[in-house]
């Protein structure tokens, strides 16, 4: 277990921590520690509201940070595949060729423009996130988020029999790897909706909204999930989750 979870922070996080062997069995739960990469990820958010708040620092300072903080965190790994993804789907090629243009390391123009677009309007939202308790309900997503990516790599069908998503699929122990996805789902969303009722059930309905799209999508443009896929979800995933937050809280004002 313990090599499972260094497992899982050596691949999806840049944090340093003790390098253990590359084989299947320091890999069979490595997916149901998934989550925890984006509790570290909540947990820097809330300090670095904090710090923002004892400062007096500006908003536009905070979400600039707070957009940075993924980035540092997990090396841009999960953006990668979003701009991968939004590569293979503006070519409107056939399956195929939309899974050889996923698997090409450069990057394409539609990408750079999706790209620029996320940033500029996650930066946005992140600007009126302006409290503890609203920065809490988004640090909460960002596990949310994983244990749902994680959960549809399980459970979803695969687009492809290789790949670096089938080396972590493949070795795990199902269902504890389920088990433990499903308890950090329902921790994670309880917790939101026991911070901000609103805001955390708008946030909560909106990562399953994304979810529906998600498989609906990848089974209609791929034939299933990739890695790439994946980081797609939780990318979009976390940024509906935070739009949500932010449009449920000033509607409640009003």
Same mark, same amino acid.
């Given at each position: ?36 990469? %984006? ?25 600039? %940070? ?28 056939? /399956? ?18 999706? *790209? ?70 329902? *921790? ?26 998600? /498989? ?6 791929? %034939?299933?999930?990739? %890695? ?27």
């Amino acid at each position: 277990m313990v090599r499972s979870l260094l497992s899982a922070f050596l691949m999806y996080s840049r944090i340093p921590v003790p390098k253990v062997e590359w084989k299947e069995e320091n890999r069979r739960y490595a997916l149901g520690f998934f989550p925890l990469v %984006g509790a570290v990820i909540g947990g820097l958010l809330l300090l670095w509201r904090y710090i923002c708040d004892e400062l007096q620092l500006g908003q536009f300072l905070f979400a600039a %940070g707070t957009v940075f903080l993924p980035v540092l965190v997990t090396g841009g790994i999960h953006l990668d595949g979003f701009c991968d993804v939004n590569d293979a789907k503006a070519s409107y090629a056939d /399956r195929k060729k939309r899974l050889e243009i996923m698997s090409d390391p450069h990057i394409g123009s539609f990408a750079v423009m999706k *790209l620029c677009l996320y940033l500029i309007i996650q930066t946005a939202l992140f600007s009126q996130v302006r409290t503890m308790e609203t920065a809490s309900v988004v640090a909460c997503g960002y596990v949310l988020s994983r244990a749902i990516s994680g959960l549809t790599a399980v459970t979803f069908k695969s687009a492809k029999s290789s790949g670096t998503l089938q080396s972590f699929v493949h070795p795990a122990h199902r269902k504890i790897t389920i088990a433990m996805q499903v308890c950090f789902l329902f *921790l994670s969303g309880a917790a939101m909706i026991f911070l901000l009722p609103a805001e955390g059930s708008a946030a909560f309905a909106a990562a399953i909204l994304v979810l529906v799209y998600h /498989r609906f999508a990848a089974y209609r443009d791929f %034939g299933g999930v990739t %890695g790439d896929l994946c980081g797609w979800f939780l990318q979009m995933c976390e940024i509906m989750i935070l739009a949500a937050v932010v449009f449920s809280e000033r509607i409640m004002t009003l």
